[in-house]
């Protein structure tokens, strides 16, 4: 079979990993949007360097946009086959694949009013909304550790990873003329102590490997850590300094873990007397998918329901899904704290939030996940003095706070260990994707000290027979 890399290469966005089979099938493990490079980022996206009918079958580890965000633009332009996941997966991509829909719509209409005052012709939006809820007919979805016969000569197994609801290591079983090849591919990989998701599994032993590296060369705080800081930052903001706390926060997983742990706050005592808003409609649904799946919580989660039926849920915290009732956040004058997608900053309702309050320095931004380079979100981690948000300058006068362990992604001791599942003898080869290079070299020599071999870093477009 072969192997071609055209996406999350040297790079942590646009996971898409072409198989071509002996027997002429082709299939896609995830079929993500690159993310976080301006109008770099809508090109990459169009340029696809497959025809999107010549896909049998796309295999999808979980359904973050980076790795589900292309589905409806390849079935827009002639992708019929199936998309084979989890439930949950399914589920949330149901919500997700909509919503990036109904932005790429936005933003196109945004975008075109742009051109048409430099005298361009407009243009199209990668996938209207109706092309997501229409692409949903493709979905089959399969249970956590049960055999799935794509074709008789492909299987395929999917093993929990933790990464979010839903996300799992796919592993495949190829019948080839010199007999089955195992190739496993983590997708992302959650740490092995999760606030609201069972811990990742192991999953059955591979001849192939590809696996991330987003944090390949970080490491996390623990969570009780983690959630002291974010007392102390919500004390220090709200309580101390009278101000505002806004939350960047990706619509699943992380506002369902920074909501848990406020919910643990309030049923402790501790959470200061302050009203919390979740400013998304994206995150209303998807915590209302949460509470269609506990099968997938831990059992911290699942004794707790057993006194408190709703973690995601208490008196002081109020979910928001209209407009109107977005801009009223920005009326509010004493402390709030508002909950807002997107988590790199680069679109959504929480830029608005930043232009309100990124100036006041009674104010914090509080980041609590990955961004990207070139995002909004990396320049002010970064120190930024100024920024540009909807084409207007804002100093940077806000407090600027950062706790790394709301992350889905685990380190890079939490990813090898996690990788030890598998005999490093048995292993024939690894392939190293979702990183910045620099972060992947660094992460290639600490597996190699762990006793893990042959192991490389693709580029983008970059093919391998295996």
Do not use: W
């Not at 009918?53 to 946009?65: K, T, W």
């Amino acid at each position: 079979m072969k192997l071609t890399f055209y996406g999350a290469a040297r790079e942590v966005t646009g996971s898409k990993i072409l198989i071509e089979t002996e027997h002429g099938k082709n299939l896609l493990l995830d079929c993500g949007q690159f993310q976080g490079k301006g109008l770099e980022t809508d090109e990459m996206n169009r340029s696809l360097a497959f025809t999107p009918a010549s896909i049998d079958h796309i295999i999808l580890s979980h359904a973050h946009i980076d790795h589900s965000g292309l589905i409806p633009f390849l079935f827009r332009n002639g992708f019929t086959g199936s998309v084979v996941c989890t439930t949950a997966t399914r589920d949330l991509c149901s919500i997700m694949l909509a919503d990036s829909g109904k932005i790429q719509e936005h933003d196109t209409i945004t975008f075109n009013k742009k051109r048409a005052r430099k005298g361009l012709p407009p243009v199209k939006p990668l996938y209207t909304q109706a092309d997501a809820v229409a692409s949903m007919k493709l979905f089959i979805s399969v249970a956590y550790d049960r055999k799935f016969r794509i074709d008789e000569f492909t299987t395929v197994r999917f093993t929990n990873t933790g990464h979010m609801l839903g996300s799992g290591v796919i592993t495949l079983e190829l019948k080839e003329k010199d007999g089955i090849k195992r190739l496993a591919y983590t997708g992302d990989i959650g740490r092995p102590v999760n606030r609201i998701l069972k811990s990742p599994e192991p999953f059955p032993q591979a001849d192939f490997l590809i696996t991330e590296s987003t944090y390949g060369d970080r490491l996390h705080p623990t969570l009780t850590e983690s959630d002291e800081e974010l007392y102390r930052v919500v004390h220090h903001t709200c309580v101390e300094k009278r101000g505002k706390l806004i939350i960047p926060a990706f619509s699943v997983g992380r506002t369902q873990e920074i909501v848990y742990s406020f919910n643990n706050l309030y049923n402790a005592g501790r959470l200061p007397k302050v009203d919390i808003y979740v400013d998304s409609p994206l995150s209303v649904n998807a915590t209302n998918i949460f509470r269609m799946h506990p099968d997938c919580f831990n059992d911290n989660v699942r004794e707790l329901m057993l006194s408190d039926p709703d973690p995601f849920g208490f008196n002081t915290l109020f979910y928001n899904t209209s407009v109107e009732g977005s801009k009223s956040l920005n009326e509010i004058r004493g402390p709030v704290i508002i909950i807002s997608s997107s988590g790199m900053m680069e679109a959504g309702r929480v830029k608005h939030h930043l232009a309100n309050s990124i100036s006041n320095p009674a104010n914090t931004v509080l980041i609590v996940g990955y961004c990207a380079p070139a995002t909004l979100g990396a320049r002010i981690a970064k120190g930024a003095t100024e920024v540009s948000i909807h084409g207007n300058k804002y100093p940077v006068r806000a407090d600027i706070e950062k706790i790394e362990s709301y992350s889905g992604h685990g380190d890079y001791r939490e990813m090898a260990d996690y990788l030890l599942c598998q005999d490093q003898d048995k292993l024939k080869d690894i392939f190293l994707v979702h990183g910045e290079y620099e972060t992947q070299i660094r992460y290639s020599s600490y597996l190699e000290s762990k006793g893990f071999r042959n192991i490389n870093i693709p580029a983008q477009g970059m093919s391998y027979t295996i």
